[in-house]
């Protein structure tokens, strides 16, 4: 016994071992090297099964704690590795392994600081460390980053974020939370499915982990289940109580619904300004929610239609189709709108993508009635040249034609510049074209429906180059009256350059 091994004696007084103290010994000796050959072997659970065993009969010792730490590691159970490096630093604080492996698990877990004070402890201990070295400037990276991805966060600049979350996943490795953070992030941009991914990815790791379920909750209630959206938040709150985020949105998304269901109650009531009023409240509740924001937005624009605001509908329509650029009823909306408006080019495109959408027969209709009225919208417009309606009488376009045919008359303006006396000229043909078309009936009809110009006087031919003005205002006034004089005369040239002269003087 006097060439006892260093190891064997009692570190408390000195004294030598008895027989039973060092079988316990050469028990846990051997249980850390089953445990090493298991490692070796990537047999981490039974390599944590010896360590523990290990453990068991020498608390004390750090490096059992260090072994079972890095196994924890390979298990990406870091939360586990990090109490295991913590206790073997606190057994031994010098222990160089324990520190790098607990500013590792403190990257893996989005600890950035924690995990700079880590490997700051070793370079204290070994200057020289590369290792070290190496990972504080990707904790320092980490932390910038993080940094960077909370200020776009703030900002709602959810693609700055994303990018920023995917360098932190280059960084830290599969971080949980960097991996529940992109979740949240993709449910943000609309990528739902994406985001079930992940977060199912963790409940099958670990299924009672309330931020997935938070996510999974989040991106059911963005996609309008409501119902199943609630049951999340419920449950995330049971497991999780003080789970802000998901406190929050609960509140938010019951608000939300509230205020949506009341606008549409006073809307079909008939109340279209206060309906404007809880809408534009609803919109400001949730703004990432887009698609129940989307269907405020139309419902905004049908109310803007009822109250001549036919702008603000074209606008409300936009920003629906800007969150769902698939929702019909926003096309629908908006087309109509345009349609309004004679805004017939911008309509054509909306019936063309709402065809796109849902080939019907109903919908084919109404892109060629656009395109119809775009068509003629290029044409001379003749209610606007008499200043009527399309459902103006054969009174009123009289009398429409009487004010403007004598407020264009070349004679009225004689004593004007030459270019003045060519405009008024061309404007008074124009009078006369128009009462020409919609005076006759036929004629009238068939402009209506879209036929050219060229094609109304006679049905065929002839057009309206030699329409001569002068006479359609001698056969409508018919010599004078309604406090004019007209003479009309036959010689002499006449007035304002048309064949077979006439002079009147206006009362």
């Given amino acids: 016994m006097t060439n006892m091994n260093e190891e064997e004696k009692n570190e408390s007084d000195g004294a030598p071992m008895d027989i039973e103290e060092q079988l316990v010994c050469r028990t846990h000796e051997e249980m850390k090297e089953a445990g090493n050959k298991h490692y070796s072997e990537q047999n981490y659970k039974e390599a944590i099964s010896c360590y523990t065993q290990a453990i068991n009969l020498c608390p004390t010792c750090a490096a059992y704690y260090g072994n079972r730490s890095a196994c924890y590691m390979m298990l990406n159970k870091y939360a586990d590795a990090l109490n295991d490096a913590r206790e073997s630093i606190k057994l031994d604080p010098n222990f160089v392994k324990g520190f790098m492996r607990e500013g590792k698990c403190h990257l893996s877990l989005g600890d950035p600081s924690s995990a700079m004070r880590a490997y700051n402890r070793v370079l204290q201990l070994e200057p020289k460390n590369q290792a070290a070295k190496k990972e504080l400037h990707l904790a320092e990276s980490l932390q910038k980053f993080e940094a960077t991805l909370d200020a776009d966060c703030e900002k709602m600049d959810f693609r700055k974020a ?28 609309g990528r739902y499915q994406e985001s079930q991914e992940i977060a199912n990815d963790v409940l099958q790791r670990d299924g009672m982990n309330a931020d997935a ?17 609630f049951s999340h938040f419920q449950q995330v709150l049971r497991l999780a109580p003080d789970h802000q985020k998901a406190r929050e949105t609960y509140r938010k998304a019951k608000q939300l619904i509230a205020k949506k269901e009341e606008g549409n109650k006073v809307f079909r009531a008939g109340n279209f300004e206060e309906a404007y009023k809880i809408y534009t409240e609803a919109l400001e509740i949730d703004p990432n929610n887009k698609f129940t924001n989307s269907k405020l937005y139309c419902n905004r624009a049908t109310v803007c239609t009822k109250i001549g605001k036919n702008e603000q509908s074209v606008e409300d329509c936009t920003k629906a189709i800007e969150l769902d650029d698939t929702y019909l009823k926003a096309y629908m909306r908006r087309a109509k709108s345009y349609m309004d408006m004679e805004q017939y080019e911008e309509a054509v495109r909306d019936y063309e993508k709402i065809l796109q959408l849902d080939k019907t027969r109903e919908n084919k209709r109404l892109l060629q009635e656009a395109k119809l009225e775009l068509k003629k919208s290029k044409r001379k417009d003749y209610y606007k040249i008499l ?14 034609y009487r004010k403007r045919a004598l407020s264009h008359h070349p004679d009225r303006h004689s004593h004007d510049t030459v270019e003045v006396q060519k405009e008024e000229e061309m404007k008074f043909k124009e009078v006369g074209e128009a009462y020409s078309v919609l005076s006759d009936q036929k004629k009238r009809t068939r402009y209506d429906q ?3 110009m060229e094609d109304l006087d006679g049905f065929g031919g002839g057009g309206f180059n030699n329409i001569d003005p002068n006479l359609i205002f001698q056969s409508f006034f018919g010599g004078g009256g309604g406090g004019h004089h007209f003479n009309f005369g036959g010689g002499g ?15």
């Fill in 387 to 400: 200043g009527v309606s399309k459902t103006a009488t054969d009174d009123e376009i009289k009398k429409a």
């Fill in 450 to 452: 879209g036929h050219d």
């Fill in 493 to 507: 040239g006449g007035s304002g350059g048309f064949p077979g002269g006439f002079s009147f003087q206006f009362g």
């Fill in 213 to 229: 379920l938070f996510v999974r909750g989040m991106c059911l209630y963005y996609q309008d289940n409501i119902d199943k959206a």
């Fill in 162 to 189: 994303l990018f920023c979350v995917e360098q932190c996943l280059q960084l830290a490795g599969p971080s949980m939370k960097y991996k529940i953070r992109k979740a949240e992030l993709l449910t943000f941009l």
